[in-house]
């Protein structure tokens, strides 16, 4: 991972180990953005304009960055350094999600944040974790949280929320142009030629699949240190070790009392031929994982 030195400035502060939290769509991103968001000095972002345009352009067009890893880390501070800022202008264009997330009803006015003693920022916007090799690149002392589900309960999720199915729609598909495609998570010749034939189910699955492949390829890349990967299930069921943990791997003082009681697991509602098909996609794994 390249090592340069860049310092980003945000508020009159130095930006000092910032947090990112990436995961396949539905694995409790947003769990652990309340709960960073909740505690004081924190400035968590979600999906503020100027990251969710970056993060879009990297997700849908990765071959566009592929050897310009410096040019991408610049645009990636740059996005960042906007979203984080504390202005009038970006307040006022602070997200709904955003807002949510700090407790804040939709129809409220102003910052999310209280901007003094702001010391730690950073940002768990859907789909950022098509950034996470530039994220290291741009911010060489980031912390990387992963989050991990259960590929069942994700997809059954993903195939609930028309914001994540949307991009199955034939206007947005993109696979004859970019390939590899990471978003579809089509890394080969014979995903590729398996992919317009697979169910809905089994195109979410190759997405989570992508998405535990690159924890490994993380694990192997970055520093001990640099990522910690937090378990959906283990999060709910023990919520209290779970938060202590990433306290003490961020270096900041977390509450658990916002990660919500165990519910019943979503993959409930997949039908059994949908499950054959997310396990002829991902058994390996979810088997690897300790899911089958
Ligand atoms: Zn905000």
Avoid at 119 to 133: F, K, N, T, W
Avoid at 187 to 214: F, G, N, Y
Avoid at 266 to 282: G, P
């Amino acid at each position: 991972m390249p090592s340069a030195r860049h310092i980003l400035i945000v508020n009159a502060r130095n930006v000092n180990q910032p947090v990112f939290v990436i995961g396949a769509p539905h694995s409790g991103i947003d769990l652990i953005g309340r709960t960073l968001k909740a505690a004081p000095g924190f400035h968590l972002t979600i999906g503020q304009p100027s990251v969710l345009r970056v993060v879009y352009a990297f997700a849908r067009r990765p071959s566009m960055h592929q050897g310009r890893s410096e040019a991408a880390a610049a645009v990636l501070r740059d996005a960042f350094g906007q979203a984080w800022q504390i202005s009038p202008a970006s307040c006022l264009e602070c997200s709904r999600d955003c807002r949510a997330a700090a407790g804040f009803g939709t129809d409220t006015v102003g910052p999310c944040v209280d901007q003094r003693g702001l010391e730690r920022y950073g940002d768990a916007s859907p789909d950022l974790i098509y950034c996470a090799e530039a994220l290291t690149a741009a911010f060489g002392d980031a912390r990387i949280v992963q989050v991990i589900r259960d590929g069942r309960d994700v997809v059954a999720s993903m195939l609930d929320d028309p914001s994540v199915m949307t991009w199955f729609r034939p206007s947005f598909v993109n696979t004859d142009t970019e390939f590899p495609n990471p978003f579809f998570g089509i890394e080969t010749a014979e995903d590729l030629e398996l992919w317009p034939s697979l169910s809905p189910a089994a195109k979410c699955a190759m997405r989570w699949r992508w998405s535990v492949r690159l924890a490994a390829w993380l694990h192997r890349e970055l520093r001990s240190g640099q990522l910690k990967t937090v378990r959906y299930e283990h999060l709910l069921k023990h919520p209290r070790d779970a938060v202590s943990d990433l306290s003490e791997f961020i270096g900041v003082k977390l509450s658990h009392t916002l990660i919500p009681v165990r519910k019943a697991p979503s993959s409930r509602n997949l039908t059994i031929d949908q499950i054959a098909e997310i396990q002829k996609v991902a058994g390996e794994e979810l088997r690897r994982l300790g899911y089958l």
